[in-house]
Nanobody
Framework: VQLVESGGGLVQPGGSLRLSCAASGFPFSSYVMRWYRRVPGKARELVAG????????DYADSVKGRFTISRDNAKEKVYLQMNSLKPEDTAMYYC???????????WGQGTQVTVSS
């Protein structure tokens, strides 16, 4: 099983980034997918989630209207489009998979996002 994030980096405030998470080794289309983020010294935060079929999404209040989660079940990938980035969005972002029926959980290794001028 693997979840491999990519797309992180350094961006100026107001800029955009698109994170990707490539999944393998499990039935991707049967899994709820989420993005979490973590800042050292703070609690992990759920950023966005998407249902197994992609028809339902939810977001943390702090990112609503700026971030969009999506998935491509044929490619076994989930994405996080991040617009209007703020310095407080700086964090390590993690991809997370939850089996809709099995309840198995998998985590990626994380990708760093830094928003700074």
């Amino acid at each position: 099983v693997q979840l491999v994030e990519s797309g992180g980096g350094l961006v100026q405030p107001g800029g955009s980034l698109r994170l990707s998470c490539a999944a393998s080794g499990f039935p991707f289309s049967s899994y709820v997918m989420r993005w979490y983020r973590r800042v050292p010294g703070k609690a992990r935060e759920l950023v966005a989630g998407i249902s197994s079929g992609g028809g339902s999404t939810d977001y943390a209040d702090s990112v609503k209207g700026r971030f969009t989660i999506s998935r491509d079940n044929a490619k076994e990938k989930v994405y996080l489009q991040m617009n209007s980035l703020k310095p407080e969005d700086t964090a390590m972002y993690y991809c997370y998979a939850l089996g809709a029926i099995s309840r198995y959980v998998y985590w990626g290794q994380g990708t760093q996002v830094t928003v700074s001028s």
